[in-house]
């Protein structure tokens, strides 16, 4: 299953409206096939992994991030089908899913076709692997991630505005893996005149997954190469875009924060301090501070050269 997740990493970002899903095909403990959900979401991981097993996957066992799919359409097969037929004879899955056309019925066909079927195995991880298919099922809106790069008192800019650069190479590289692991990305239209950023990714290899440049103004309408949205909640809107990255500025985060649309908070801290510089937050709509508490748990720290990264997630229960 851990190799499973990891393919799925690959189509993070570039599956909508498709969950990112892996699957690992195991025969005699070696592994035969192996498949990830392609670009705009066909084929399949299971699909894929099949093609590469092929007369191999008799007898074998799949280990799959998702429950397979129990519904055909014009764009493939049902990939509980593929796995019958093709002698697969055990399914061990991470997560059940929670498409009305799916939900269930994928491991129930499986089950009825004599497979073994094994359930929630590691399903932690795979929830966060697909957090953005997951969110846009449970909330209809796509999972938003947060970043800020802070100095150490909490300012993402000089008085001026000037924030090039708050960190160092090698927080810049990761915040730009994370671009890479997103189907878009908003600014608020401060930042875009501020900085004029391109953000594209700038890593050897990964040029090409440049996600969608979404611009947050309720002023301005039509930008060339831009999505414009009116208000945070259009976020919904876009479509193919189950994760988005927020990259500010202030206004902009504290405008997501405080209409509690930030599943996951991305810190990076520069240990700099700047002093009379502009506060990462304004108001977020908080009155009472006990409110403040038991919104975030930390699931990922790290040292990226000189600075640190902390990584939180939204406490929440619906999702
Ligand atoms: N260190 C970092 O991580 C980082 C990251 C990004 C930016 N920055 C810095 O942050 C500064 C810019 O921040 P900022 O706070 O001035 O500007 P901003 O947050 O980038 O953009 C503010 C604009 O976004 C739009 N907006 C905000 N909330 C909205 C809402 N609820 N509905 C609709 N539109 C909304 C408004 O545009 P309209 O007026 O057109 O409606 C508003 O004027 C720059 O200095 C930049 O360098 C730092």
Not at 246 to 253: D, F, I, N, Q
Not at 260 to 280: K, Q, T
Request: aromatic share 4%.
């Amino acid at each position: 299953m851990g190799a499973a997740l990891a393919l799925a990493e690959r189509g993070r970002g570039r599956t909508a409206p498709n969950p990112n899903v892996g699957c690992v095909i195991v025969r005699e403990d070696r592994v035969v096939g192996r498949g990830w959900t392609q670009v705009g979401g066909r084929p399949h991981a299971e699909a894929m992994a099949l093609a590469e097993a092929g007369a191999k996957a008799r007898g074998a066992t799949a280990c799959v991030t998702l429950e397979p799919c129990a519904h055909r359409s014009p764009r493939g097969p049902a990939c509980s089908d593929l796995l019958i037929e093709a002698g697969i004879t055990r399914v061990v899955a991470a997560l059940g899913d929670p498409d009305a056309r799916t939900a269930g019925q994928g491991f129930t066909r499986l089950e009825a076709a004599g497979i073994a079927v094994t359930r929630g195995v590691r399903a932690n991880e795979a929830r966060r692997s697909m957090a953005g298919f997951l969110t846009r099922q449970a909330l209809g809106r796509p999972h938003v991630t947060l970043k800020l790069a802070t100095s150490l008192d909490g300012c993402i800019a000089m008085a001026d505005g000037s924030s090039r650069w708050i960190t160092g190479p090698q927080a810049r590289m990761h915040a730009h893996l994370e671009r890479s692991r997103h189907d878009a990305i908003l600014v608020g239209r401060g930042t875009y005149e501020v900085d004029a950023p391109r953000l594209d990714v700038r890593l050897p290899g990964l040029e090409a997954r440049g996600p969608m440049r979404v611009l947050l103004s309720s002023t301005v309408q039509d930008v060339p190469g831009w999505t414009v949205i009116a208000a945070p909640h259009d976020i919904a809107m876009p479509p193919r875009v189950d994760h988005i990255l927020v990259e500010g500025g202030a206004a902009v985060a504290s405008a997501f924060l405080a209409a509690d649309l930030v599943d996951r908070l991305l810190f990076y801290r520069a240990p700099i301090l700047i002093g009379g510089g502009n506060p990462a937050l304004r108001d977020i709509g908080l009155t009472d501070l006990s409110a403040a508490h038991g919104r975030w748990a930390i699931v990922d720290a790290r040292q990226l050269g000189m600075d640190r990264l902390e990584v939180y997630e939204r406490e929440r229960n619906e999702a």
